[in-house]
């Protein structure tokens, strides 16, 4: 079993930063994720990250070079640093914990936080 809580959300202009922080208890040896939900929408892939010595990552093509998704096992918490937020990110950010495939996939992971709210205005 795992737990996760997400923080770090807010309201920020477009051209911002935020950190959101992914706090995990349980087992790690998971792949992780991070996915967005905005209104109306379904829940789409942001990033991840696999739970092996390799630490791969990935990303969707909108965050590419804007945002960076890592991982420290040791304090369990995963982080999502999101730059240059345009009104398009805003959404409800959740993390997730999983062993599925494909990892941009909802349905290969396993286990999910409660969301944390970002906001980008214009």
């Known amino acids: 079993q795992v737990q996760l809580e997400e923080s770090g959300g807010g309201l920020v202009q477009a051209g911002a930063s935020l950190r959101l922080t992914c706090t995990a208890s349980?087992?790690?040896?998971?792949?992780m994720g991070w996915f967005r939900q905005a209104a109306g929408k379904e829940r789409e892939f942001v990033a991840a990250?696999?739970?092996?010595?390799?630490?791969?990552?990935y990303y969707t093509d909108s965050v590419k070079g804007r945002f960076t998704i890592s991982r420290d096992d040791a304090k369990r918490m995963m982080y999502l640093q999101m730059n240059s937020l345009k009104p398009e990110d805003t959404a409800v950010y959740y993390c997730?914990?999983?062993?599925?495939?494909?990892?941009?996939?909802?349905?290969?992971?396993?286990?999910w936080g409660q969301g944390t709210q970002v906001t980008v205005s214009s």
């Open positions: 349980g087992r790690s040896n998971y792949d």
């Open positions: 990250i696999s739970w092996s010595s390799s630490l791969s990552t």
């Open positions: 997730a914990a999983g062993r599925g495939f494909p990892r941009r996939a909802v349905f290969s992971y396993d286990y």
